[in-house]
């Protein structure tokens, strides 16, 4: 709920129809530039609860309620049963490989395979000479990082939502400062929210994180620095 408030005591009346549910609570970003509201305070001015301050953008409503239903339905999920059902699945492949394999079609000779490697890596296929390039590994900033002040908010709204796109957590970065940000930083804050993803993978699978330069503070290697 917003309130601008145009006197000293303002006095709020509001009806509700069921008791109050904490699982059911949604909103908007009130900043959100796609409401299209001429707030008579700024987003600097105004006083937002941290609740508040976590909600969507409107256009990421769509995929807000959908988050809901798979959230339900993961709390029906049986893992015990997923065990078993993709060990019966592994069953049916290893019975799918051992069984012998039938058809009409001579299998090639010798001669007609090494004839076939000539023409082969125009066809997708890698030279046997073929050596990957190595990239060199770029240990400095060539520009300043745009997200430095914003960089721990942002993670903020990662750890809550991880679910959370990069383009979603970008709207929601614009519409709280407004004029800031331009649709080109998106990238760059994708290629960091990559980085705390592979973190969370990290502490998931092995229990424990490997820090990678400025994916744990929200902020990358500094600009002209060196490791």
């Not at 006083?47 to 990421?60: A, E, F, I, M, W």
């Amino acid at each position: 709920m917003v309130i601008a408030r145009s006197s000293p005591i303002p006095e709020v009346i509001y009806k509700v129809n069921a008791y109050y549910s904490p699982e059911h609570y949604r909103g908007l970003v009130w900043s959100d530039p796609a409401l299209g509201i001429a707030w008579p305070v700024s987003v600097n001015e105004a006083l937002v609860s941290d609740k508040d301050r976590t909600h969507p953008v409107l256009s990421y409503l769509p995929r807000y309620f959908l988050r809901d239903r798979v959230t339900a339905l993961k709390a029906n999920l049986d893992p015990v049963r997923l065990l078993v059902e993709i060990r019966a699945a592994q069953q049916r492949l290893v019975a799918l490989a051992d069984k012998p394999m039938t058809g009409d079609a001579p299998a090639p000779t010798l001669e007609v395979f090494l004839a076939g490697l000539r023409t082969a890596w125009k066809e997708g296929e890698v030279r046997p000479t073929a050596q990957p390039t190595v990239k060199a590994v770029r240990w400095w900033r060539s520009r300043r990082d745009p997200f430095e002040t914003t960089g721990p908010l942002l993670r903020q709204w990662f750890d809550a939502e991880p679910e959370r796109t990069g383009r979603e957590l970008f709207e929601r970065l614009q519409a709280e400062h407004p004029g800031v940000y331009p649709d080109g930083q998106l990238r760059t804050l994708q290629r960091r929210l990559k980085g705390w993803r592979r973190e969370a993978a990290r502490r998931l699978v092995f229990a424990t994180s490997t820090v990678e330069p400025g994916f744990a503070t929200g902020a990358e290697v500094p600009y002209g620095a060196a490791e």
